[in-house]
C-alpha cells in the first residue's frame, strides 16, 4: 500500500463521506443508520483487505467490530510482552448535512473535502480527527505489516467501536466478549491524549499527552422542597422557598469546591515539562513536589483545564422549579455532573455536595441527593516496560515531542476494559493545534496529512517494536527493561 500523504488523505475523505453519526438512543439501530454503518464497514473492507482476510470478524453490540489477528507464538509469558488491544471508534458526533453554511463549517462536514494550506496537504470534516482519523492510522500500519508477510507473535486485537459518543455499548459488548474468550490485554491504547502545543503557558516544544487514568463520572440530583402544608400560591410567598434553597446550594457548590490534590500522574506531568517551560514557571513546575500546596493553589486559577486535573469538578447543568408563573415551586431540582478525581471516589464526592448543600440550604426546608449514576475514576496504569513501549513508538514518529502522562478529563470507550487490562494508554498519535483540539466536537474538525503519515508510523513501531520484544526471551526483556 502507498504510503504518501495524498493516498492517506484521500481515504480518510471516503471514510467521512460515510456519516456515520451516533445512534442518540440504546435501542437498537434503525435501518437508516445501519445501513450507514454497514456501508462504512464495507469501505473498510475495501481499503484494507489484507487486516479482513487475515483477522477472525466479530460483530460486537450494535455496531462495533472486533478483530482478532492470531498470535503465532503461542502461549505468551504472562509477565512478559503480551497480547495488544487497539482501539479506534467508527462514529462521529452530529454535524449539519446539509444546511451547513453559517453554520460555522469551512467545508462541508460530510463532503471530505480536501485542500493544501498553509499546514500542507488536509482532510476536513466531522471525525477527521475524532475517531476516524486515528482508525485509518491503525488500520493502515496494520494493513501493510501484514502485506509484508508480518504475523503477531501474540495476539492483536483491534476493536473498532461503533457508539462511543453515546454509551459506548459496544465496547462494553466487546469487553464481554474478551471476558468469556478469556483475553486479558497486555496493554490497551484507545483515544485520548494526541501530540499538542502550549498546554501550559510558555512550552516551547510538542508535548505528546497520554491519559494514563481517567477521571470517574457522576451525576446527582439536589432536591429542596418545601413544608408541603404552606401555601403555594404566589401571591403569599413564604420567607424561604425552596427555588431559593436551591439558589443558595449552588451559590456554595460554586465557593466551596473539591479540595485540591497534585497525585502521582500530576507530579510525572508537570515535572516532565518543566524543562520545556521558560522562567519562573518552568522553575516552579521541575519543584512540583516541593511547592504543592502553593502550585495548588495557583493551578486552578489557570484555566478550567488545569482546574480540572487537579480536583473533582461541580457542574450544576439542568434546573427545574415551578411549572407556572403564578405558582411557588414546591420543588426545586438542579442536576448536578461530577467528574471524580481520580484519588477520590463517586460517594466521596457525593457526601462533599451532600455537606456543602444541607448547610447552605437552612431551615424549614428539605433537601434530598440523589445518584443518579456513577462511575468511578481508573486507577492510573503502570509505568513499566509498557509505558516505554509507548514511549518509543511516540519518539519513532514525534521525535522532537516530549511524552507526558496525564489524568483523563472526559471518559472514553476504554473504560468498559478496565477490569480487563490494568494498561490502558489513550493516547491519539496525531498532532492538533489548540484551534484543531476546538474543532473535535466542533466546527472545522481537520487533520493534516503529514500527521496521518506520522500516525502510521507510530502504530507500526508499536505493532512491530512489540513484536520485536515479545521474539526475544524473558531474561533478555528484563535485562533490557532494567
Ligand atoms: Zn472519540
Redesign the pocket.
Known amino acids: 500500500m502507498t504510503h504518501d500523504a495524498a493516498a492517506l488523505a484521500q481515504r480518510l475523505s471516503a471514510m467521512v463521506r460515510v456519516p456515520t453519526v451516533t445512534p442518540l438512543t440504546k435501542d437498537p439501530l434503525s435501518p437508516e443508520t445501519a445501513s450507514v454503518f454497514t456501508a462504512f464497514q464495507d469501505l473498510l473492507r475495501e481499503l484494507y483487505p489484507t487486516v479482513f482476510a487475515v483477522a477472525e470478524v466479530s460483530v460486537v453490540g450494535r455496531a462495533g467490530l472486533l478483530l482478532h489477528l492470531p498470535g503465532t507464538g503461542g502461549d505468551p509469558d504472562p509477565a512478559g510482552p503480551g497480547s495488544l488491544l487497539l482501539m479506534a ?1 467508527q462514529d462521529v458526533v452530529p454535524a449539519p448535512a446539509e444546511d451547513w453554511e453559517g453554520t460555522g463549517w469551512t467545508h462541508p462536514p460530510f463532503a471530505g473535502t480536501v485542500s493544501e494550506g498553509e499546514d500542507g496537504l488536509t482532510v476536513h470534516g466531522r471525525g477527521a480527527l ?2 476516524k482519523g486515528a482508525l485509518l492510522v491503525l488500520l493502515e500500519a496494520t494493513e501493510d505489516l501484514l502485506a509484508e508477510g508480518w504475523r503477531p507473535r501474540a495476539d492483536v486485537h483491534l476493536l473498532l467501536g461503533g457508539d ?2 453515546s454509551y459506548g455499548a459496544s465496547a462494553a459488548a466487546a469487553a464481554e466478549e474478551l471476558e468469556r474468550r478469556n483475553v486479558r490485554p497486555w496493554l490497551v491504547v484507545d ?1 485520548g491524549g494526541a501530540v499538542v502545543t502550549g498546554i501550559v503557558p510558555g512550552l516551547t516544544t510538542n508535548a505528546a499527552v497520554v491519559g494514563v487514568a481517567e477521571k470517574g463520572l457522576t451525576t446527582l440530583q439536589v432536591t429542596v422542597s418545601a413544608d408541603p402544608r404552606k401555601p403555594a400560591h404566589a401571591s403569599t410567598p413564604p420567607r424561604r422557598s425552596a427555588a431559593g434553597g436551591l439558589a443558595r446550594a449552588i451559590l456554595a457548590l460554586e465557593k466551596h469546591p473539591h479540595p485540591v490534590h497534585l497525585d502521582d500522574v500530576a507530579l510525572r506531568m508537570f515535572t516532565g515539562l518543566a524543562p520545556h517551560v521558560p522562567g519562573l514557571l518552568g522553575r516552579a513546575l521541575a519543584r512540583t513536589d516541593r511547592l504543592q500546596p502553593f502550585l495548588g493553589r495557583i493551578l486552578p486559577l489557570a484555566g478550567p483545564e488545569l482546574a480540572a486535573m487537579v480536583r473533582t469538578t461541580t457542574a450544576v447543568t439542568m434546573l427545574q422549579a415551578s411549572p407556572a408563573p403564578n405558582m411557588l415551586a414546591a420543588t426545586a431540582r438542579a442536576i448536578v455532573n461530577m467528574r471524580v478525581a481520580t484519588w477520590s471516589s463517586v460517594s466521596e464526592a457525593t457526601a462533599h455536595v451532600d455537606n456543602v448543600v444541607r448547610r447552605a440550604v437552612g431551615r424549614g426546608l428539605h433537601v434530598d441527593v440523589q445518584v443518579l449514576e456513577g462511575s468511578e475514576p481508573t486507577p492510573p496504569s503502570p509505568m513499566d516496560g509498557r509505558w516505554d513501549a509507548i514511549r518509543t513508538a511516540i519518539a519513532a514518529a514525534y521525535p522532537d515531542a516530549v511524552v507526558i502522562p496525564y489524568t483523563m478529563l472526559a471518559a ?1 470507550d476504554s473504560r468498559h476494559l478496565a477490569r480487563l487490562a490494568p494498561a490502558i494508554y489513550r493516547f491519539s498519535p496525531l498532532f492538533m493545534s489548540t484551534a484543531q483540539r476546538a474543532s473535535v466536537h466542533g466546527v472545522d474538525e481537520r487533520v493534516t496529512a503529514d500527521s496521518l503519515l506520522r500516525g502510521v508510523r507510530f502504530y507500526r513501531a508499536l505493532l512491530f517494536g512489540h513484536d520485536d520484544a515479545s521474539r526475544r526471551g524473558p531474561r533478555e526483556e528484563a535485562s533490557a527493561t532494567s
Request: hydrophobic share 0%.
Open positions: 471508534h475524532d475517531d462511543e459518543e483515544e472514553s
